[in-house]
């Protein structure tokens, strides 16, 4: 129902990599302290993190240039983290993966937007 992605090794940077570089930097956290929820049930490329204690809400854009990679902005905290980031590790576990949110080890889940994304997906968390 859920989606925990834990891939070791290298490989293809994500979406949610960037995000999870940007807040390791940010907040002086390792990667591997980071745990990752990606908001699809708000907007595509969304991510709300929990890196060593502290939240943060980010948007990343992809470029159409390679050498300039992903662009994660920091975007206002909400009025209430639901679910909370901090709870990442907590939030249901996944039955199977279907495409990865990080490539670096360390908790990850995706929130489906709707029922359709939830058949699609078969590993994100419908809240609805």
């Not at 490989?11 to 745990?35: K, L, M, N, V, Y």
């Not at 948007?59 to 679910?83: A, L, N």
Request: glycine share 8%; proline share 8%; net charge negative.
């Amino acid at each position: 129902m859920g989606v925990l992605v834990l891939f070791f090794g290298a490989g293809c940077a994500t979406t949610g990599d960037s995000a999870i570089q940007r807040a390791s930097r940010e907040f002086s956290c390792p990667e591997e302290r980071i745990g990752l929820i990606e908001r699809t049930d708000i907007s595509n490329s969304l991510y709300d993190i929990e890196a060593c204690g502290q939240r943060a809400r980010y948007m990343c854009v992809m470029s159409k240039d390679r050498e300039v990679g992903t662009t994660c902005m920091r975007e206002p905290d909400p009025p209430k983290w639901d679910p909370d980031p901090k709870d990442v590790a907590n939030l249901p576990k996944p039955r199977g993966l279907s495409d990865p949110l990080r490539t670096s080890p360390g908790e990850a889940r995706r929130i489906c937007r709707d029922q359709d994304d939830f058949k699609s997906y078969r590993d994100c968390i419908l809240l609805h």
